[in-house]
């Protein structure tokens, strides 16, 4: 039986708790890091590297005057456009699925063989290659797949994957690159 990971927000009766048991144990001295992370089921090297990325951004946001404490909140297609427009070039679009395609299919007898399962398939935008998104991705095997997605690892194994994947809308494309997406331009 293994202890799933926790997360509690600041203040909360939980971290109370946590503390007054410390405490009571007679020990006033903080959880070493590597404990409150192997306890919590967390990678800390990468837990690490998430504090000092996040430090380097704020840093960088008030240099520029920008407000740190603001957040996108409920406007997370705000956050979304802002992945397409920094991932633009690494876009892929989800194969049709297998009955959308019956009808090519007997259009093209000559051609032998089962149409393999499209779902989670998909062609890059730039390059054209077939590629799947990777197990370990979290739209791995999620029903129905994304449409259009942007991601930030190719991987290339037994066969081509996609890791770091995140949902896009595929108009937003012709709005941060025209000159490459808009077919009328």
């Known amino acids: 039986w293994r202890k799933e990971a926790t997360y509690t927000k600041p203040g909360s009766p939980r971290k109370k708790k946590i503390k007054l048991g410390n405490k009571a144990k007679g020990t006033s001295a903080k959880m070493p890091h590597g404990d409150w992370c192997g306890q919590n089921f967390i990678n800390g090297r990468a ?29 997370m297609t705000t956050f979304y456009e802002c992945v397409c427009a920094g991932l633009f070039l690494q876009v892929a679009t989800r194969l049709p699925n297998p009955d959308q395609l019956q009808a090519k299919k007997k259009a093209r007898l000559s051609r032998a063989g089962i149409l393999p ?69």
């Open 47 to 75: 837990l690490v590297r998430a504090h000092d990325v996040r430090s380097q951004l704020s840093e960088l946001c008030s240099r520029l005057g920008m407000d740190i404490q603001s957040s996108c909140s409920s406007e």
């Open 117 to 185: 399962s499209s779902r989670g398939h998909y062609k890059t935008k730039l390059g054209g290659n077939m590629v799947s998104v990777h197990p370990t991705s979290f739209m791995f095997g999620r029903n129905p797949a994304p449409k259009c997605v942007v991601y930030t690892d190719l991987l290339y194994t037994t066969k081509m994957y996609i890791r770091g994947v995140t949902q896009i809308r595929e108009e937003w494309l012709k709005d941060v690159a025209p000159h490459i997406f808009d077919p009328n331009k």
